[in-house]
Structures are given as structure tokens and as C-alpha cells.
């Protein structure tokens, strides 16, 4: 095709043309951002446990998620202790408490209750800093909180506020150092203690009890088989209040249950959904509009000898072609919206080349697609309506 009807047709009608591609730009904003933010919801998902040093997870039967971790007995840990295969446990104590904020209100932080001289952490600056809680008023908080955590001039915290003290559960604790997680849709924030810390902060904490048992196996050991072996034991035992699950498992799981069990991942999926039905929408309405206004040169060509299958690889080339004016914007408008949005929340929302690249098969495909049904109209052009 020598001539590019496809591009003198949208550029013969710019106003609509320029609505096309606004159209096409809101759509694919809406979907970089809604896919942005269910990326986000996995990826944080499993933050926490990613950022411990285990291959077996005990945790209550009871607890459907991380942030929901009820307590269970610490003898369950010492019976997981006698298995061969296993190289050592260790309990985690967790719940949300009452943080003093800079301007005197008070907002929930996630507090992770740790024994200093245990091996808690993968994540090396963490573990090695869990060792400053000599005392049960020191905590360490992460960097990643938001800024209103700050006790004094609510901003991004750091080494200036080492010494520091502030107020949490109307006790005051001193932050001795910070280290770098990040935050999830669940907690804007998070500090870590000592067991003896946690106890001092949630004094009706059940005696003899856990969040979580961390069991680490031996190196020639199968974590799978491990696994199986002290869920039968637990069975035989009559242990029906604990779960037991792989790393691997625990994590998939956790991203399972924000993804399809919670509401914040339905709904970014839905999104996804609506931003494409409506670009969808609003694509159709302009090259079936453009089809209809332009029937008799259609009907011309036709006359002419131009087979159906030209004509429709000109409405089909209209489409693509206002995927592509539609997508760049799109992804500029989103990559700002992106930086945006991470540095008020301070969660990591990065624009990556999978999403970049899935997007835009996305836009091409609700393009192509609403092309294909304007081209029922096309079908209507006959060459007796020019008489």
C-alpha cells in the first residue's frame, strides 16, 4: 500500500483523532497503574518472610495472613526441634502497636519481637543490628517508614535519629538503630525489639507462646520431606492448632491470599478489566464513526477492485496505529504517576519492562479488537450506494 489511507484518514479528522488517542492514553495510565499497584500488593506480600532465615514456617492454624499471625505454643517448636534433619528453631513474636507520631496522633506500626542471639534474619544488616536490643526500651525501625513515624520533625529517618526517643503503647523506647525492609499495604511502618521489649510493650502476651517458629534443616536435608515428616508428627501428637509450610510455600501462599482472598487485589484486578473495556469502548466509537462517514469512498474503492481484505487492513492499521500515539503518553504520564506515588508511600512501585511490554500488547489488543468489530460496518459498503 503505497498510499497510507490508514494515516490521511485519522489525520483528516484530527479532533476526533486527538480524543482516540486521549482515550487510548486514560486507558492505558489506568491499567500501568492498577497492574502497578497489584505488583506491589504480591510483591510486599512477602516482604517479611522473605527477609527471614528459615525452610520450615510453623504458624497458627488460625492465621490467615502474616499481619494476622495468632499465637501458638512454644512447644511446638521444641518438638520440631527433635527431628532429624533439623538444625534449629527459633520464635518470632508479632503484633501491631500504638505509635506516638511527631504531631501527637497515634498510628499502628508492625513490632517484631526477636531474640538478640538468635539467627532471625537472611537479611545481613538486619541480623547484625538485632544485637544493639541490649535492653528492653532499644528498637530499631526502618528507614522505609513513612515520615509521620518520625517522633520529632516527621521526616525520612536516619542516622540523626539514633539516640532518639519516642512513644510506643504509652512507653517510651529509644531507637538505637534503623535498617531498610519497606513497607507494605499492611504496615506503614516497622520496628523491631527484643522478646524482652515486645513483653514490656504487650504485657497480657499469652506465657509460652509464639507468632512464629522458624526451623532451619541441615544441608543434606529435603525441607519438603522434613515437612511432611513434622506435620505427621504433629498429626500423631494431636498438634491441630499450628500449620507447617515450606519457604517457598508460605510465600506463594501469602501472595495467593492478597492477590484472590483480599479485597485490594480484586479490586486492582477489576480495574485492569474496566480500563480496557473502556478504551475498548471509546476506540470503537471513533473508527466506527470513521467507517461510517467514510462508506462511499469505501463503496469507491470497492469499484475500483480493492478487495474487503485491503479495506480492513486500513481500519485495522487506524487501530494500531492509535495504540501506539495513545501507549507513549500513557507510559509517560505512568512513569511519573509511578515515582509519585513511591516516594509519598514509600512503597516499591517500579515500572518494569515485563509490565512495559505487557501493556502495550494489552493496548494493542483492545485496539485490534474494537478495529475488528468496526469492520462490520465496512462490510456494509457497496458500490450501488454511490447511485
Not at 518438638?79 to 538444625?87: D, E, F, I, N, R
Not at 513483653?199 to 526451623?215: N, Y
Not at 462517514?293 to 486500513?314: I, Q
Request: net charge positive.
Amino acid at each position: 500500500m503505497k498510499t497510507p489511507l490508514a494515516w490521511y484518514n485519522l489525520a483528516h479528522h484530527k479532533v476526533r483523532t486527538v480524543a482516540a488517542v486521549a482515550g487510548v492514553m486514560f486507558a492505558v495510565v489506568l491499567i500501568f497503574l492498577q497492574l502497578g499497584f497489584r505488583g506491589t500488593a504480591e510483591r510486599t506480600a512477602s516482604l517479611v518472610y522473605e527477609s527471614l532465615d528459615f525452610d520450615i514456617l510453623i504458624r497458627s492454624r488460625n492465621s490467615a495472613r502474616l499481619s494476622q499471625s495468632r499465637p501458638f505454643p512454644r512447644m511446638r517448636l521444641d518438638q520440631a526441634a527433635s527431628l532429624p534433619g533439623v538444625s534449629g528453631v527459633s520464635g518470632l513474636w508479632l503484633s501491631y502497636f500504638r505509635w506516638q507520631s511527631a504531631r501527637g496522633a497515634t498510628r499502628p506500626i508492625l513490632a517484631l519481637g526477636v531474640s538478640p542471639d538468635a539467627p532471625i534474619f537472611s537479611n545481613a544488616e538486619l541480623q547484625t543490628k538485632i544485637r544493639l536490643l541490649t535492653a528492653p526500651e532499644f528498637l530499631l525501625i526502618d528507614r522505609a517508614s513513612r515520615a509521620e513515624f518520625d517522633p520529632v520533625n516527621g521526616r525520612e529517618f536516619g542516622d540523626q535519629d539514633i539516640g532518639t526517643e519516642a512513644e510506643l503503647e504509652r512507653r517510651w523506647v529509644r531507637i538505637v538503630g534503623h535498617f531498610r525492609l519497606g513497607t507494605t499495604f499492611d504496615a506503614d511502618g516497622m520496628v523491631v525489639l527484643s522478646h524482652e521489649g515486645f513483653r514490656r510493650l504487650q504485657p497480657f502476651w499469652p506465657s509460652g507462646h509464639v507468632s512464629l517458629g522458624l526451623v532451619r534443616v541441615e544441608p543434606q536435608s529435603d525441607p519438603a520431606a522434613v515437612r511432611e515428616e513434622l506435620r505427621r508428627r504433629f498429626a500423631e501428637q494431636g498438634a491441630v492448632d499450628v500449620d507447617v509450610f515450606t519457604r517457598d510455600q508460605v510465600i506463594q501462599h501469602e501472595r495467593w491470599v492478597w492477590l484472590w482472598q483480599q479485597s485490594i487485589g480484586l479490586i486492582f484486578s477489576m480495574g485492569v478489566a474496566v480500563a480496557l473495556v473502556v478504551g475498548s469502548v471509546i476506540v470503537y466509537q471513533v473508527l466506527s464513526s470513521d467507517v461510517t462517514n467514510h462508506l462511499p469512498e469505501y463503496a469507491t474503492l470497492k469499484a475500483m477492485g480493492y478487495s474487503d481484505g485491503f479495506l480492513s487492513r486500513v481500519v485495522l492499521a487506524q487501530a494500531v496505529i492509535l495504540a501506539l500515539l495513545g501507549f507513549v503518553p500513557g507510559l509517560a504520564v505512568s512513569q511519573g504517576l509511578y515515582m509519585l506515588t513511591a516516594w509519598k508511600t514509600r512503597l516499591p512501585l517500579d515500572m518494569t519492562t515485563v509490565r512495559v511490554v505487557g501493556v502495550l500488547g494489552l493496548s494493542l489488543g483492545m485496539c485490534i479488537i474494537s478495529g475488528l468489530l468496526a469492520l462490520r460496518k465496512l462490510r456494509c459498503a457497496d458500490p450501488a450506494d454511490l447511485f
